[in-house]
């Protein structure tokens, strides 16, 4: 009998088609990276532990405690390429001890950045805290006067910003391989020369002067957690 066959296989070249735009067959082997501090919320943990990535998808973990935040990303970036294992994959996910991310968050991501090769990062979207939060999608690469003002994003879509946050991003891994970046690669600045900035900016003012581009995805909606107000922004 016809059902037999299996549903999937009625309708054999549909099935085909969705295995193949879902980009799960290949190998998207990521390490996740978070730096602690003192303490993550179990708000926070619990939605992390829900987060899953394709089927037979190596997903490593690693994270560091009680150290500032632009020195942990850089110290567990110099860790995972100096291990032949790790050094392997193809992704990098960096996730911050407030952020809250979606189950299906790290697939949405891994699809999208197999259909833009040209972005070197897509992150999630999220907001910075407080009534009068703005989304973290800085600047707008358009404007020839470069800038981080915050760009209102389009639902569902990708928008394509001169820097992100850090709180779900996707990255390249390889793009740590390349010598033209300086180290460490993320640093937080408040230097009455150098001025004040956060170490995400920081590492985007120089990647992009290398030709790499990031991108938010509006498909992917991450919360803020406010852990003293008990309040997701």
Not at 85 to 108: F, M, R
Not at 145 to 164: D, F, I, K, S
Not at 187 to 215: E, H, M, P
Not at 225 to 233: K, L, P, Q, S
Request: one cysteine or more; hydrophobic letters at 35%; aromatic letters at 10%.
């Amino acid at each position: 009998m016809e059902e037999n066959v299996g549903r999937h296989n009625l309708d054999l070249e549909a099935s085909r088609t969705r295995i193949l735009e879902s980009h799960s067959w290949k190998d998207l082997s990521t390490v996740w990276v978070f730096p602690a501090g003192k303490n993550i919320s179990t708000r926070v943990v619990m939605s992390w532990l829900n987060v899953f990535g394709p089927p037979n998808g190596r997903l490593f973990r690693l994270s560091t405690i009680g150290m500032e935040v632009g020195e942990a990303y850089t110290q567990m970036i110099k860790e995972i390429l100096a291990n032949p294992i790790l050094s392997s994959c193809k992704y990098l996910l960096t996730i911050e001890h407030d952020n809250i991310p979606p189950a299906d968050g790290l697939v949405k991501l891994q699809k999208r950045m197999e259909d833009h090769p040209e972005f070197a990062c897509i992150g999630g979207l999220y907001w910075t805290k407080g009534e009068m939060g703005v989304p973290q999608i800085w600047g707008d690469p358009k404007d020839p006067t470069v800038n981080y003002r915050p760009q209102p994003p389009v639902p569902g879509q990708l928008v394509e910003c001169c820097g992100t946050g850090m709180g779900f991003n996707l990255w390249r891994l390889d793009m740590f391989k390349d010598d033209r970046l300086r180290q460490p690669w993320f640093k937080t600045i408040a230097d009455a020369s150098l001025g004040v900035g956060t170490q995400d900016l920081y590492f985007w003012g120089d990647a992009r002067k290398y030709g790499y581009r990031c991108a938010i995805d509006c498909d992917v909606l991450v919360g803020h957690y406010d852990a003293e107000a008990d309040i997701v922004w």
